[in-house]
């Protein structure tokens, strides 16, 4: 399953350089994500009624070009590889000229929320894989 979310960048969001300062794309991976689980019947109620939380562990991101005030972007996610207790999501954040701004591969641990240790995939998850 892939999602799409679609943001204008804010001036809050440019830095000195005039451009989106490089956390920023972090914040907007995260963003996306969050609309993955969403739309995936996810939500953090979800798993915590499951007893498990989901931990980003790794995020693995490509600057490609450079994005501006009013930019419009698209922050598109969709699951790329399955482990035992692990699982990656594929992000890309493109333009409104369809050019690649960011892309990221953002690995994440689901763990038992007692004793905060990993457990596996569960297949409410697994399943978009």
């Known amino acids: 399953m892939r999602v799409e979310l679609p943001i204008?960048?804010?001036?809050?969001?440019?830095?000195v350089n005039g451009h989106v300062n490089n956390a920023k794309y972090l914040e907007y991976l995260e963003w996306g994500r969050e609309e993955w689980y969403e739309k995936a019947n996810l939500s953090y109620q979800t798993f915590l009624?499951?007893?498990l939380q989901t931990v980003t562990v790794n995020i693995n991101i490509n600057y490609r070009k450079e994005a501006?005030?009013?930019d419009?972007?698209?922050i598109y996610t969709q699951p790329q590889k399955l482990g035992r207790?692990?699982?990656t999501l594929f992000q890309q954040i493109i333009n409104q000229h369809g050019n690649v701004?960011?892309?990221?591969q953002v690995t994440s641990v689901t763990i038992d929320v007692k004793t905060r240790k990993g457990v596996p995939v569960p297949q409410e998850l697994t399943k978009f894989f």
Do not use: H, K, P
């Open 8 to 15: 204008i960048v804010r001036s809050t969001e440019i830095d």
């Open 49 to 51: 009624d499951m007893g």
């Open 68 to 70: 501006f005030q009013g």
């Open 72 to 74: 419009q972007l698209i």
């Open 85 to 87: 207790t692990s699982y």
């Open 101 to 104: 701004v960011a892309d990221a």
